[in-house]
């Protein structure tokens, strides 16, 4: 169903020849209205790739009538070429598609450093908007796929309306090297001022703390594209709510997917006096990696928890900390606290909290384990 | 030479039983003046093991008479009686010598929230003292060891005084939950004053700029010992870069020895608008466990260095930026630079510089590749 479960889109993916194996890289998301409202949010790395720097231009009329998605190379670090030709793919998707190229947003993801090969590029889109289809969804899902080893969608209905989406990578908006790409469509009836702040507030909450390894992507987008053709406008809380539960679902299939991992770490923390203490201990935590390696290896190492909170400057007492481990209390008041012989790891999903005892404010961060496997990818994935 | 190339020190290592498999776990380093001047830095982790607590009460007075240092239980998140622990430690040890217990400073490193068998560690104190030796520097530098594979020692000679010290674990004062401890003796004829500001001059770019993987331990502790028995009093600049010598050479012994690695990373960030600038760019790049892996693979991934440059703070253009990886400048102006095939990295040592073009600043930050190998000792090392 993917970003044509909502009424009033098309999509295409297809075998571009950018990548030398052969599968599908090129996807095309067309927005057919009445509506082309939009909104867009952009990694936060000062490093931006060429297709975030030109669609943040796009983003800036809140008008998109297409996004062309390339997997096999993130045209990031390429200079003033690498500019011209995301250029050059928006005003090619221009033209098969009669819009206007400022319409068209462009998302690549791949080597950082290298140029795309145009000469494939540019006849791929050829052939995606021949094959455009109210049920190109899955196919659109597929060919952005980098490492994933899995399509990512999702789908909420309202009443009379939908919000759809597919995603692929690893990492939160800000990070995942892997880079992240979303592309969330709706056929509900909202203007652009309502699709940005509804993609803002869910970002936040959602792949702002999926954080899978800690490092910031030059290409990470998610764009969120409204036709209208539902003829229905939600309740603001409503759809932002949709929204939300959309990018949370699309997040956890995307640490579920991480690369190498075999655990997936819910860090939840609680009691904290404000909210940005509880991200900022709860990302001090997800990425400290002495205790993403325990918990690879099933051992519940509260000390590492206790340590990585420490370099936090989050409001707490030492000695007034407490750690639970899938539901096991094994630090208290800073110290040991129940057995952690009681602590079972056997299952794939980690939840450890840590009581900050210092207000009442949580914040959840998921992230990965370290393992043997994510080294052997990343020191293979060859630039 | 260690601890006691310095003259008016003592030393004694020995196995006091705290670790099960018995290897040396108790060292005893005892200043016989006539100077008992000292200084000492601590780590900034707010969670503080009981000896570092301890500790920074001792060095308030500028007076250090003894350093009783155990592996084998690193006495953190271990509540008051912990802290009684290594009072009692400090009692004893100052009992045995005829000193006062708050001239007797403590370390402790091991494992996190589990109490020291106390009824080893204290025979093992007259045990050690029976020992103490003008020759035991070597046997206390083992004696601390934890992870590490070999012990670490250096010594730098001045005009008729010495300074020459200990290290153990791997990471940087403030990381490295492997904890680092480094004891320092000279007989140089200075006050605790200048040994403080020798001491933080040294550790600021030394120990502070080695980063094996980005953790920070509760317990590092760096200390600096002056018997004055040489009767020499240096100008202040000679022995600060005395000190300085002995630390770098430690922290690069340290780095050499981290757990799991197969290359030592030399970052070097020149051209910055300031020194914090080039110091936070240098941490971003040799904490990016992306490229560590890359390094891990011998690929020259300038793409990833820059990615980690770009989640700074630090005055940049991204298309002024420069990166060489073993002498070959793979990205220039923000873009491909020279052939990636020419760079070799072959050997254990890699070097990369990245130029920030903003400016006249330089640091250094040394950190290590991640492998498998870390990844399986950090999860099998148990709590």
Redesign the interface.
């Known amino acids: 169903m993917s970003v044509t479960a909502a009424k009033g889109f098309a999509a295409a993916g297809i075998a571009a020849g950018i990548k030398e194996n052969g599968n599908p890289d090129l996807a095309l998301v067309v927005n057919n209205g009445p509506r082309r409202a939009a909104a867009g949010v952009f990694t ?5 790739a060429a297709p975030v720097q030109w669609s943040e231009q796009v983003l800036r009329s809140g008008q998109v009538s297409a996004v062309v998605l390339n997997s096999g190379g ?1 045209n ?4 003033p070429k ?1 500019f011209q030709d995301t250029h050059a793919t928006a005003e090619k998707v221009a033209e098969v598609l009669g819009r206007g190229a400022i319409e068209v947003a462009v998302c690549s993801t791949g ?4 140029l795309l090969p145009m000469d494939k590029l540019l006849p791929g889109i050829d052939t995606a908007a021949a094959q455009l289809s109210e049920h190109g969804g899955e196919k659109a899902a597929i060919a952005i796929k980098t490492t994933d080893t899995v399509h990512k969608t999702s789908v909420v209905t309202g009443e009379g309306w939908t919000v759809g989406g597919m995603a692929k990578g690893a990492g939160m908006l ?1 990070p995942g ?1 892997a880079t992240m790409l979303v592309v969330l469509t709706t056929d509900a009836d909202v203007d652009s001022e309502t699709l940005d702040r509804a993609l803002r507030g869910a970002t936040k909450v959602t792949f702002d703390r999926v954080d899978s ?6 290409n990470d987008t998610v764009l969120l594209l409204a036709s209208g053709s539902s003829g229905i406008t939600p309740g603001e809380e409503e759809f932002a709510d949709a929204v939300r539960a959309v990018c949370a679902d699309l997040g956890r299939q995307l640490i579920g997917d991480a690369e190498g991992a075999s655990k997936d770490i819910k860090v939840e923390v609680v009691n904290a006096a404000t909210e940005e203490d509880a991200v900022e201990v709860g990302r001090s935590i997800a ?4 205790l993403k ?2 918990i ?2 099933e ?6 928890v ?7 400057s989050a409001a ?1 007492e ?2 007034r ?1 407490n750690v639970a481990i899938n539901g096991v209390w094994v ?1 208290k ?4 606290g129940e057995d ?1 012989e009681e602590v079972d790891m056997r299952y794939r999903e980690v939840h450890v909290v840590a009581d900050l005892a210092a207000g009442t404010e949580t914040a959840t961060i998921w992230t990965n384990d ?3 496997e ?7 994935y ?2």
Not at 287 to 290: H, I, V
Not at 333 to 336: D, E
Request: glycine letters at 12%; proline letters at 3%; hydrophobic letters at 35%.
């Open positions: 936060s790395n000062r490093v931006k993130a990031a670090c390429t200079g690498g080597l950082i450093g290298v800000a090297l390894d800690g490092c910031m992507s030059t990425r400290n990696n002495l390696c325990a690879h290896g051992d519940p190492n509260w000390g590492r206790l340590s990585a909170i420490g370099t936090t707490f030492p000695d900390l630090c008041n800073g110290s040991v952690r370290l393992t043997a994510y080294v052997h990818e990343n020191s293979a060859s630039s």
